[in-house]
């Protein structure tokens, strides 16, 4: 399974990691998640490195956005074009995301998404 890597995580800003662990607390789901002896587990721990599946990235996307965007993958040149409803909290517009990995590209967007002004 492809997952975030702990290092990824840990790279984000104290805010973002909050956000992202709040989100998991509330979701009450089962997800995988780095243990303090590093073996990556399963399950409802909530006091060690959340490691968010390609599915985990877009649910949140989709609940903070209103699922109000499109997706297109340009094979040829191997980027993503991601393209966002305007929303009463917040605007992301069009994003351009240059991978060919879609676990990437929804982890760049949840960042950006945990980084946004909230109108």
């Not at 780095?34 to 959340?50: A, I, K, M, Q």
């Not at 980027?79 to 760049?108: H, S």
Request: charged letters at 25%.
């Amino acid at each position: 399974m492809d997952f975030i890597t702990e290092k990824q995580f840990l790279e984000q800003s104290e805010h973002t990691q909050n956000i992202l662990i709040k989100y998991m607390q509330d979701k009450k789901i089962a997800h995988m998640y780095l243990s303090n002896t590093g073996e990556v587990r399963y399950g409802h721990n909530h006091y060690d490195t959340p490691l968010f599946t390609e599915t985990d990235l877009r649910k949140f996307i989709e609940e903070r956005t209103g699922g109000q965007f499109s997706m297109k993958y340009h094979i040829d040149k191997k980027y993503y074009v991601f393209e966002f409803a305007t929303i009463k909290i917040f605007e992301l517009g069009t994003l351009v995301i240059y991978t060919d990995n879609l676990l990437e590209a929804y982890w760049q967007i949840v960042c950006k998404i945990c980084n946004l002004p909230i109108k």
